[in-house]
């Protein structure tokens, strides 16, 4: 309540209704999911008609309307560069292990969508598990990793091959020169791009 | 004034305006479906696109661009031809073919610009997305698949009538229109959204596969169910009312009625009066005209005029208003009155039960005190007026009175009689502002003049009108009452007003006219009841003269501005029924007092010679409020305290008619639901 407080009190008098979508995340990432009645809550929060935070809550694909699982909400990208990489096998593995997209799993413990673009595209195929991005994943990852949710472990997120960041695969293609860096290949400078012309500046051919 | 160029034609216009008005202004026809002059801007729909030079080289949706001035807008070049025809393909996209089985067939925007505007056939092959309907009360019929988006509806039920039950959810291709899980819009205006729908997306539930368009014939007519008297167009076929429209009137209902207008109408074919009765051994039975006029002209006979009593009900056109003071004026009968409710009003000048700041003027106002009237159930057009002001930022309101939800701010000054005669001597904030308003308003409500000590406060809010300058508005709830009031429909000279003549031993002879209002179950009088439904005064009656309503007559309404109002024949009266007046006139020649008329023509004639003010029609007159003599308005005892409340109780159920409907009967059952959740 207290950050809900702080949201609210970023915007001016009267503006209040500006606080809808950060206190609508905050529910969510208190409860899991936006229930009905939080909805109504919210609107009488903020002095607005119902209608229009539940607009606001169909609107964003972000707010789960729905109650999540109970280990792992699990959104698998879909999108063209995972899709080249791999991501219907990822995909095929929810359907088995999860039933149908968008839905919980039977034992309710595993809530799984298929999502547009999470913007790890170069880490291709990845998946958000509880807000955390698992990359580079293969079938046999993938399923070591749901498993390890299952039995309640929160892995560490990241790239499942190791590889830091969005390093590049294999290593270094350019730059490797060691010269490059020990100075051997520097040359001094003789003028600098932008520098004043020296001399007279040749008027321009017309 | 900047002027701009459309296609070639320069136009003057006023800074300020958007591109789709000033090709309006040149006598160019802009398709749209978004777009509405009386809501906010949403530029959803793409259909108003034209070329604008100078400017980027690409189609402009018209509704949302301001117009500068030297700018040069094509509307017929072939890259408006070929936007239109795009964004028309696109609408049509998940639009079903189902004009054939669709009730806005025939009066559909979509139908008519596809045809205008559009390609000939269809390119589209993939399937087409299917809404699910959705529930918004007894009065709207959905079917979502129609919707092309356009949020007209939302705009109008969140910006004009200020109960934000519509929304938009989703995005992209799952936007639906909804409302918030299947609510009933709560609105008294919410079948407007109806009308303004540009497809068959919301539909009238009520009137649902009942007609064509092009089977109606349309007639001009007026309102009776509030004293507003909207302008509406009766579409009837045959002998039957089958739905009410709006008809545009810049100065009563811009272009709104309230879906009690609306809707009542299927009352008018329900609990008719179609034969004349007369009741024998406690029963009625069907009987002649003939039997039935003889009976009450017998009865007239014998009684001694000051035992003799006439009641107008709220309904009542001027004219047979008219006939009645004059037969019953020439028997020497003083006891009639027009005021059911005991409205205290009808001494003094005309000005003094007259909503003098005209319904359009009052737009002018800046302060507002509402004493005992909930505008929102008296009169929902008129409060929609009020709310466009208010969300302007122009207008300030004080209540005294209920505590209701008017769907806009006001300040609460108090319940009772003494709020408002303590408020000369306030020092409060709103006072000070309203000492400072440059043109403040008072609007006393049918609620709080109706009560025993409304004497009294009428006195003390005309003291307060007089006190602060402010305009006197009397905001009347019954059709027929300034009508009445201005034909002198009072008690004369030891006449007994509406509510002595109900009580038990009054009267000999009680004639009721339409009047169903008042309760007159104590009175022990021979009840002869000439209206058109089986309602509170018909169980009572001895004798049933059947009359007809406000579609099957012409007549004279006088708004509660004073504006005289033509309202015309639809359709004939229900089955032996007659016009008002010409019972009237048939009954004076079985009294040996013959009316001086023989056509409604001679009688306004008549009526228009004894009282002028009924030959100005559609004339408001409208007064300052220092041009207002309020001297007439004299207080009776003294005001209790006890709190001031509205005169309607249940906006759906105030009049024989609406009582009679189903459609109503409906509609109050799902509001008192609402209002039973609301209290819980």
New interface residues.
């Given amino acids: 309540m207290k950050q809900v407080q702080w949201w609210i009190s970023k915007y001016p008098d009267g503006r209040q209704q500006s606080a809808v979508i950060p206190v609508l995340w905050l529910v969510q990432k208190q409860e899991g999911w936006v229930s009905?009645p939080a909805i109504r809550a919210v609107a009488d929060l903020l002095k607005m008609?119902?209608?229009?935070v539940?607009?606001v809550a169909?609107?964003y694909t972000m707010f789960m309307l729905e109650p999540v699982g109970t280990m792992a909400l699990v959104q698998v990208c879909g999108t063209t560069a995972c899709q080249s990489r791999g991501s219907e096998a990822l995909l095929e593995v929810c359907r088995k292990r999860f039933g149908p997209d968008s839905h919980r799993s039977a034992d309710g413990k595993f809530y799984w969508q298929e999502v547009e673009c999470l913007g790890a595209c170069s880490n291709a195929p990845m998946a958000a598990i509880n807000d955390r991005y698992y990359e580079d994943l293969t079938v046999e990852g993938f399923e070591k990793l749901l498993d390890a949710f299952a039995a309640g472990q929160t892995p560490p997120p990241g790239s499942e091959i190791g590889r830091q960041g969005s390093a590049v695969l294999g290593g270094n293609s350019t730059l490797n020169d060691p010269k490059l860096y020990d100075g051997s290949a520097a040359k001094p400078i003789k003028s600098l791009p932008n520098a004043a012309p020296k001399g007279k500046a040749k008027a321009p051919v017309a | 004034m900047p002027k701009a160029k459309v296609n070639g034609v320069e136009v003057e216009f006023e800074p300020g305006m958007t591109v789709l008005q000033v090709a309006e202004l040149a006598g160019e026809e802009i398709p749209r479906f978004c777009y509405h002059e009386r809501l906010s801007i949403a530029g959803n729909c793409r259909m108003c696109l034209v070329e604008v030079k100078p400017g980027p080289p690409k189609p402009q949706a018209s509704c949302a661009l301001p117009a500068s001035d030297g700018q040069e807008i094509i509307t017929n070049s072939p890259m408006v031809k070929k936007a239109r025809e795009g964004v028309m393909e696109f609408l049509l996209i998940n639009h079903p073919l189902d004009c054939p089985i669709c009730d806005q067939g025939g009066e559909c925007d979509l139908q008519d610009q596809a045809m205008g505007y559009g390609r000939d056939d269809s390119r589209y092959g993939e399937n087409k997305r299917a809404v699910e309907e959705k529930f918004m009360g007894p009065l709207i019929k959905t079917v979502m698949t129609r919707c092309i988006q356009c949020t007209r509806c939302v705009r109008f039920i969140?910006e004009v009538a200020g109960v934000?039950?519509?929304?938009?959810?989703?995005?992209g291709e799952d936007v639906e229109i909804?409302?918030?899980?299947d609510k009933a819009v709560a609105s008294e205006l919410s079948a407007n959204v109806i009308d303004l729908c540009p497809v068959g997306a919301l539909t009238s539930k009520p009137y649902a596969f009942n007609a064509r368009p092009w089977e109606l014939k349309k007639t001009e007519s007026v309102d009776v169910m509030d004293a507003l008297g909207c302008s509406i167009r009766v579409d009837s076929r045959g002998p039957a009312v089958l739905r009410v429209l709006p008809r545009l009137n810049e100065d009563i209902n811009e272009e709104w009625i309230s879906d009690k207008t609306r809707y009542a109408v299927d009352g008018l074919s329900r609990q008719r009066l179609d034969k004349p009765y007369v009741r024998e051994a406690g029963k009625l039975r069907p009987a002649t005209w003939a039997e039935a006029l003889n009976l009450v002209a017998s009865k007239l006979k014998v009684a001694s005029p000051d035992r003799i009593g006439v009641i107008a009900g709220d309904l009542q056109d001027a004219e047979s208003m008219k006939a009645a003071k004059d037969l019953f004026g020439s028997l020497g009968v003083t006891s009639l009155d027009c005021r059911q409710d005991g409205m205290a009003l009808g001494a003094g000048t005309r000005e003094t039960w007259l909503f003098n700041s005209t319904i359009a003027g009052v737009e002018n106002a800046d302060m507002i005190l509402f004493v005992g009237t909930n505008p929102r159930t008296e009169a929902p057009v008129l409060n929609a007026r009020f709310r466009k002001r208010w969300v302007a930022g122009a207008l300030e309101v004080g209540v005294i009175g209920e505590q209701a939800d008017l769907t806009f701010g006001y300040e609460y000054l108090g319940a009772g009689a003494a709020s408002l005669s303590g408020l000369a001597k306030s020092k409060s904030d709103f006072v000070k502002r309203l000492k400072a308003a440059k043109n403040p308003a008072i609007i006393i409500g049918a609620g709080a003049l109706g009560r025993a000590d409304g004497g009294a406060i009428a006195k003390a809010a005309a003291d307060v009108a007089k006190t602060f300058g402010m305009t006197w508005n009397v905001l009347h709830t019954a059709a027929s009452r300034v009508g009445g009031l201005d034909l002198g429909f009072i008690p004369g000279e030891g006449g007994k007003t509406a509510a002595e003549m109900a009580s038990k031993g009054a009267l000999d002879v009680l004639f009721l006219m339409g009047a169903d209002e008042i309760d007159v179950t104590a009175s022990d009088a021979f009840t002869i009841y000439m209206g058109t439904h089986g309602d509170a005064g018909a169980h009572k009656a001895d004798v049933i003269l059947p009359g007809a309503a406000y579609t099957e007559k012409d007549g004279l309404y006088v708004n509660t501005e004073g504006r005289v109002q033509l309202g015309q024949r639809a359709v004939f009266p229900k089955g032996e029924g007659r016009e008002d007046w010409s019972i009237l006139r048939a009954l004076s020649d079985r009294l040996g007092a013959t009316l001086p008329y023989d056509t409604l023509a001679q009688l306004r004639a008549k009526l228009f010679a004894d009282h002028p003010t009924f030959g100005r029609i559609d004339y408001a007159p409208g007064a300052a409020a220092s041009a207002i003599d309020l001297s007439g308005i004299v207080a009776a005892g003294t005001a209790t305290d006890a709190p001031l409340v509205s005169g309607v109780r249940a906006f759906h159920l105030t009049n024989p008619i609406a009582r009679a409907s189903v459609t109503m009967a409906e509609c109050a059952a799902v509001a008192a639901d609402a209002s039973k959740i609301a209290a819980e």
């Fill in positions: 009905e008609a119902t209608i229009r539940y607009e169909t609107f | 969140t934000p039950d519509i929304g938009l959810i989703s995005r909804t409302t918030y899980l």
